[in-house]
């Protein structure tokens, strides 16, 4: 990053000398004092810009790349080398001026894994003669017994010892619901401890552990990744070798070496190199503004050609936290009055559920009442005092003990025994008053999402998720997805995004720790980053930053419109050059007059690329 940012600030420092010296070298031929002559004003701030090219051109031709950089170096070289040095710095000025515009369109996006190794594990309890021991993770061997205290993450896979422990699974499985584990029931790291404090056996070190594995796999995806080719250079071997011949040519017949550089001038690409930079900022300002963060004009390019979406399911098709889905109630209580008490009770807990109470409770304008005596039964739930009424809620065998369900429940009860719900029981004075059903429903704009995809031509939508496949046809029912992979590990979207990415352009769609791995494997991965900064949004190109799906299909539409218009922008481009070309050839341009040409050429380009920063209309999508 600190080698990017010196590069960067070297760019700046060219374009500045180089326009410096233009001003400088003009103030001294209209004023016609001065210690230097114009011509060696010029030359002077022309030559670190030649210096520093050639040295860039040289590097890449090491590696195997040849850019239409190389036509502004010659140009520039050979206007120096013929006394023209007002043409070699007005050339200077563009090339060195779109590389500043490059810079800028790419920002500051460089990935790193800082969100994800931040959280990681770092510490484990173990348990020794005189208790237990905090140590390094690295220290932990398989077969330790380590305790983790409420709150916590488990420092390394293993097994739990104790008789239960309750789990939050987030981090690892993108599951938003608390899971409970019983005796020799496998624990994986990174997830977080949500009950009471258990002991655990150690079944892996920490290099072998899944959160390890999760962020190497997430480092291994993102260095796999190729550099970012500028559009201009795919233009290159076709353009440098027609340019050179064209001046060699004008040169021969005139006999005039003049001639040849005022073609080598016009023909210097500027189209090609401000263009699509000029287009990437406004596609990625216009981003910006629909909530979209692109992260550099390789992410917009990328994302311009894609044909195959992949999505996760918990948090991205799905509102990935515990809504409200049903609520029974015993056939003399009424179900506002059950919901108010039990808010008015979990005002008091820091439960997964609480917020999603509470908030229920106050969008339907239930008055709230202050609660007292509670004690918090971690994992289990939470008993009280509301109105003078004793309030328990929470899971059944707090709430009911070991006593029967009433019949007025049964047949939810039996309903929902193979469904992925969590289930609070309510009491009021010590009898069942109502059992409120949560679980995770679909978004409202998921179906429109699609639809919108296929609209501006994806062609293929898969839903990869680590549920059940009961779970995942559940939710695949309504969005008709061309496939659907269930049961899947971090590993295994990783593999699915790799297949899909051979066979065409992948976008991955997710919002959690494990999708990591596959949003920066696929050709780009898009994060629902709305609820706070996370590996995804670290590891993914695109970040959209509100809490719905809609800007997903809005990203695609504004790459796929800045794409078109950088390409539109080239082309024209080109073609004014071409024209200004043939009228260098023929001796109606001088090297002077040909760079000033280039520059109108450059400003016309310029303004169309700037149409990326309006809202503009997809005409139609792609066949």
Not at 181 to 191: F, N, P, V, W
Not at 241 to 263: E, F, M, N, Q, Y
Not at 421 to 448: H, Y
Request: aromatic letters at 4%; a neutral charge; glycine letters at 10%.
């Amino acid at each position: 990053m600190a080698d990017a940012m010196d590069e960067s600030a070297l760019r700046r420092a060219l374009l500045l000398i180089a326009t410096t010296g233009l001003a400088l070298g003009l103030g001294v031929w209209r004023s016609g004092t001065g210690p230097l002559s114009p011509d060696t004003i010029w030359t002077v701030a022309t030559l670190p810009v030649v210096v520093v090219l050639a040295i860039s051109i040289l590097r890449d031709f090491w590696i195997g790349r040849i850019g239409v950089d190389a036509i502004a170096l010659v140009s520039m070289s050979a206007a120096l080398l013929l006394g023209q040095a007002l043409a070699a710095v007005v050339v200077a000025i563009m090339y060195a001026g779109g590389t500043v515009l490059e810079d800028f369109a790419r920002g500051r996006a460089e990935r790193n894994l800082r969100a994800l190794t931040d959280r990681a594990p770092r510490v484990a309890h173990r348990k020794c003669a005189q208790g237990t021991e905090t140590v390094p993770i690295e220290q932990v061997a398989v077969g330790d017994e380590l305790l983790v205290r409420a709150g916590e993450l488990l420092p390394v896979d293993g097994f739990l010892i104790d008789a239960s422990a309750v789990l939050d699974e987030s981090t690892v499985t993108g599951e938003p619901l608390p899971e409970r584990r019983g005796t020799g029931d496998a624990l994986r790291s990174g997830t977080v401890n949500a009950g009471e404090a258990f002991f655990m056996r150690a079944s892996a070190i920490a290099d072998n552990s899944t959160y390890a594995a999760i962020v190497r796999m997430v480092a291994a995806a993102q260095t796999a990744k190729a550099p970012f080719i500028r559009i201009a250079d795919r233009f290159a071997l076709l353009l440098l070798p027609v340019t050179l011949l064209l001046a060699g040519i004008a040169w021969r017949l005139s006999g005039d070496p003049i001639r040849g550089l005022a073609v080598l001038v016009v023909a210097t690409p500027c189209p090609l190199i401000l263009a699509a930079p000029v287009a990437f900022i406004g596609g990625v300002s216009r981003a910006a503004r629909a909530g979209i963060l692109m992260k550099g004009s390789a992410a917009l390019e990328a994302l311009a050609q894609i044909r195959t979406a992949i999505f996760d399911k918990t948090g991205t098709l799905t509102l990935g936290g515990a809504e409200l889905i049903e609520i029974d109630v015993a056939p003399d209580r009424q179900a506002d009055e059950v919901l108010r008490l039990l808010a008015s009770l979990e005002q008091a807990s820091h439960h997964v559920l609480a917020d999603s109470i509470v908030r229920i409770a106050r969008r339907r304008k239930l008055t709230l009442s202050q609660p007292c005596d509670v004690r918090e039964h971690r994992g289990e739930g939470l008993k009280g005092l509301v109105n003078g009424m004793s309030v328990a809620a929470g899971s059944r065998p707090l709430v009911l003990g070991g006593g029967p369900l009433p019949g007025w429940a049964e047949s939810a009860e039996k309903r929902h025994r193979s469904a992925q719900v969590l289930r609070v029981f309510v009491a009021l004075d010590g009898r069942l008053a109502g059992i409120f059903t949560f679980g995770d429903a679909i978004r409202e704009d998921a179906i429109e999402t699609v639809g919108a995809l296929r609209a501006v031509g994806v062609t293929r939508i898969v839903m990869l998720t680590g549920d059940d496949s009961a779970a995942a046809e559940k939710v695949s029912a309504s969005l008709k997805f061309d496939a659907v992979f269930a049961d899947a590990t971090p590993a295994d979207k990783v593999e699915t995004v790799e297949v899909e990415k051979a066979t065409a352009p992948t976008m991955m769609v997710g919002d959690g720790i494990n999708d990591a791995p596959a949003l920066a494997a696929a050709t780009v991965g898009v994060a629902l980053g709305a609820r706070g900064g996370t590996a995804s949004s670290e590891a993914a190109d695109v970040v959209v930053l509100t809490d719905s799906l809609r800007p997903v299909a809005e990203a695609l539409r504004i790459a796929m419109r800045t794409r078109g218009i950088a390409l539109q922008s080239i082309i024209v481009g080109l073609a004014l050059s071409g024209a200004a070309m043939i009228a260098a050839a023929m001796g109606h341009l001088t090297p002077v007059a040909g760079a000033l040409l280039q520059e109108g050429i450059d400003v016309a380009v310029i303004l169309n690329a700037l149409r990326a920063l309006g809202e503009g209309r997809l005409g139609h999508s792609r066949k």
